[in-house]
């Protein structure tokens, strides 16, 4: 348990940085469950809009330090290939 008044405030900031956090990967992983959905129903066109939404989320998870940039990247490479085989 903290007991400074410096490590008191650290687990105040660690607990709000970790609701942030907590919501943004969960507004990520929606984003990319659609572009899954639309994969799996094999709908091309709607597949692509909703990769065309959720890239800019993944980055932005990175910029915010939610996602490492690799990891952003093959999961758009890998979406994006799974929708080029659609056609």
Known sequence: MANSPQAKKRARQNDKR???NKARRSRI????????????SGDKSAAEAALKAAQPELMRGVTKGVYHKNTASRKVSRLSSRIKALG
């Open 18 to 20: 970790f609701a942030v």
């Open 29 to 40: 992983r929606t984003f990319l469950r659609k572009v899954e959905e639309a994969i799996a």
